[in-house]
């Protein structure tokens, strides 16, 4: 009996580890493809995500950096702001990331 249940220990760890995370496409390091000085870092926070987004401010043009959850869910990041979700997808033609307004493509990490 002990055998059997290691064994189906060990095949149920093997079948998790194999297992595609959900929504880890998105995760990493992100640049505007408009504006080099806008990027976006998505995190993996447990079952959630964290989007860190980092935009110069109007004047100073100092880099200013805000975080947002996101959950993912039917293919797509969805990430909330004051209330408003928006959808995040990835564009497999070219593997970039549309927020819905703005184009993103991935970069290393710094």
Same mark, same amino acid.
């Given at each position: 009996?002990?055998?059997?249940? +290691?064994? $189906?220990? %060990? ?5 998790? &580890?194999? %297992?595609?995370? /959900?929504? /880890?496409?998105?995760? +990493? ?6 504006? *080099? ?5 998505? /995190? @993996? =926070? &447990? ?18 950096? /805000?975080?947002?959850? $996101?959950?993912?869910?039917? +293919? $797509? ?5 004051? &209330?408003?979700?928006? =959808? ?5 033609? =070219? +593997?970039?990331?549309?927020? &819905?307004?703005? *184009?993103?493509? @991935?970069?290393? $990490?710094?």
């Amino acid at each position: 009996m002990m055998k059997w249940m +290691g064994t $189906a220990l %060990a095949a149920a760890l093997l079948v998790s &580890g194999c %297992a595609k995370v /959900e929504g /880890e496409k998105f995760v +990493g390091h992100w640049v505007n493809v408009q504006t *080099q000085e806008e990027t976006m870092d998505v /995190e @993996r =926070n &447990g079952e959630t995500f964290m989007v860190r987004s980092t935009t110069p401010k109007f004047f100073s043009r100092k880099p200013q950096t /805000e975080s947002y959850p $996101a959950v993912y869910k039917d +293919g $797509a990041l969805q990430v909330t702001n004051d &209330g408003e979700t928006v =959808n995040f997808v990835i564009d497999e033609s =070219n +593997g970039q990331l549309n927020t &819905g307004g703005e *184009q993103y493509r @991935r970069v290393p $990490a710094k």
